[in-house]
């Protein structure tokens, strides 16, 4: 784990060599997360953001299908108490999209946000808390998980303890 330059927000990194990895890592993840808390997943095609997902959901108890919210924009699973959705902005053509559609509403104190490509809905999304970085790495991939607020490093400093 390091700090940023200014020693206040945590960042993590960790090569990932398989699926099983992958799902490991956001087991762990899922382990520290609270209502409220909101994620962006960045990482080109391919590059593990719904497996990773997939192992967020089973670590908080989901045992049904975990699927790519690609075509339907957005997956809705009640876990416990808290509802966690799962959106992918892949097929957003410009930022709006993401107010028109009334997702806004979603990212409340009661709920977990995974956001799959956040960058399509730049300037007008919720703040996040984590940002996981997803780069394919020859057979596996490097995760790059960064705080970008105090509910994030909370995350993190937990995430630490699991490795």
């Not at 020693?7 to 990895?21: N, Q, T």
């Not at 960064?146 to 699991?162: D, T």
């Amino acid at each position: 784990m390091t700090h940023t330059a200014d020693d206040s927000l945590l960042s993590y990194s960790r090569f990932l060599p398989d699926e099983a990895a992958t799902l490991r890592l956001g087991a762990e993840i899922a382990a520290t997360l609270s209502s409220g808390t909101i994620i962006y997943l960045h990482g080109n095609l391919g590059a593990g953001k719904t497996t990773l997902s997939r192992g967020i959901l089973r670590g908080l108890g989901h045992t049904g299908k975990v699927k790519s919210p690609t075509y339907t924009l957005v997956e809705v699973y009640a876990v416990f108490k808290i509802h966690l959705y799962h959106f992918d902005l892949y097929r957003f053509n410009h930022a709006l999209e993401w107010e028109e559609s009334g997702f806004d509403e979603y990212c409340n104190g009661d709920s977990i946000c995974l956001i799959e490509w956040p960058e399509k809905a730049a300037g007008v999304l919720p703040a996040a808390d984590l940002q996981l970085h997803l780069t394919p790495d020859n057979e596996g991939r490097i995760a790059l998980v960064e705080a970008l607020s105090a509910r994030g490093n909370s995350c993190l400093k937990r995430i630490n303890e699991y490795s």
